[in-house]
């Protein structure tokens, strides 16, 4: 951080979190699809569509990975493009769930080089290690809807 600059606000660092936790979602769990998210200070919940019950010991592993790409301090881009040129990039891995209105012709991207790739609007901090850490609180499954929900706070390193 140069002279003058603030550091990110707590919030910041706790939406960049959903994202580094969701990249360590896809490659522990395999889980692709975000069903929604929440963030309110330093505590957040990613939820994903996942088919069964993950183990503790799977959970331990996401809360790992996604430390470990805090550790590296690896550069959060923010990329601003057309719908077709981030489709043409990605596919549908920008998306979510949730459906982004046919009208936005203009998508902000959020990139972390071989980890996380999002369309997303919030504001991110220049580096994974900007967020501090993340401790993964509790997860539910819930079968009847297959919806896995991840609580985690953000923590300073």
């Known amino acids: 951080m ?4 603030r550091p990110p606000s707590v919030e910041t660092r706790t939406h960049t979190a959903l994202h580094v936790l969701k990249g360590a979602v896809q490659r522990v769990l395999g889980a692709r699809w975000t069903a929604s ?13 996942y088919h069964r019950r993950p183990t503790p010991e799977e959970m ?13 301090d690896a550069p959060v881009e923010e990329l601003e493009m057309t719908r077709e040129e981030a489709e043409a990039r990605w596919g549908d891995a920008i998306y979510d769930l949730f459906p982004l209105p046919p009208s936005v012709r203009r998508v902000r991207i959020l ?22 850490g993340i401790r ?16 985690f706070d953000v923590v300073d390193a």
Do not use: Q
């Open 60 to 72: 331990e592993r996401v809360e790992e990975e996604a430390n470990r790409k805090i550790e590296e």
């Open 111 to 132: 990139h972390i080089r071989d980890w996380s790739v999002n369309a997303c609007r919030e504001t991110h901090t220049r580096t994974t290690g900007e967020i501090g």
């Open 136 to 151: 993964v609180r509790r997860f539910r499954y819930r079968p009847s809807r297959e919806l896995l929900e991840i609580s």
């Open 2 to 5: 140069s002279m003058g600059e």
């Open 37 to 49: 998210v929440y963030v309110k200070g330093s505590h957040g919940r990613l939820t994903v569509r």
